[in-house]
């Protein structure tokens, strides 16, 4: 049996290193990309590399961002004793898009889950600690879907805050998401709702 080509290879190992990618679904992706007039190529390569230097991490609440900090943590307009926990960017987005909640956020940059290798460690909860014990917040609002993965992350903040926040008021979206949903997959009004009918937990 040949062998593909180094450079084919080379693709299709890192493109399937991305989420959700499969064998297949790479090779399939490579092919389209050889197809593709050389400069269209290059022009992919080129936004990458943009990405890579023109976007970072704010160093305040861990979303995606072209300065830090971003323009939601630097926003004096912002009611900083309101922050809503999301597990990425997109969910972030979706609230933003919204328009109803003005105060500020943190990313975790995903939701705990021991099968997928996904531990404390590997989320932004440092981040959660050192804006909390800036003292400023009042009250914490997760909104992190309602999936299993959501509610054991869910827990960990919860016992989190009652061993080092005692004080803190603990809060999630209502329960108008449907059992087993993502945040960012839900509809405005929908998300509206959860939020100003928001559970003590």
């Known amino acids: 049996m040949s062998k593909l080509p180094l450079p084919m290879q080379n693709l299709i190992d890192q493109l399937e290193a991305l989420p959700g990618i499969g064998p297949k679904s790479a090779m ?7 197809r593709w007039p050389r400069e269209k190529t290059r022009s992919l390569g080129q936004t990458i590399l943009e990405l890579r230097d023109n976007l970072c991490i704010c160093s305040q609440c861990a979303s995606l961002a072209d300065c830090d900090p971003c323009d939601i943590c630097s926003d004096p307009a912002r009611d900083e004793e309101k922050l809503c926990v999301v597990s990425e960017w997109d969910s972030l987005l979706v609230m933003e898009e919204s328009g109803f909640f003005r105060g500020r956020y943190l990313v ?5 889950s021991p099968l997928d290798g ?5 989320l932004e909860f440092e981040k959660l600690r050192k804006v909390l014990g800036a003292g400023k917040v009042k009250e914490l609002i997760l909104a992190l879907g ?18 080092e926040f005692p004080g803190l008021t603990l809060t999630r979206l209502a329960q108008g998401i449907p059992l087993g949903s993502e945040l960012k997959f839900m509809d405005k009004e929908t998300l509206k709702q959860s939020m100003r009918y928001r559970q003590s937990i």
């Open 118 to 122: 996904i531990d404390s460690a590997s």
């Open 28 to 34: 399939r992706m490579a092919m389209i990309m050889l």
């Open 108 to 112: 975790l940059g995903g939701l705990l």
């Open 146 to 163: 309602t999936t299993l993965e959501s509610e054991t992350t869910g827990s960990f903040i919860k016992n989190l805050l009652a061993r």
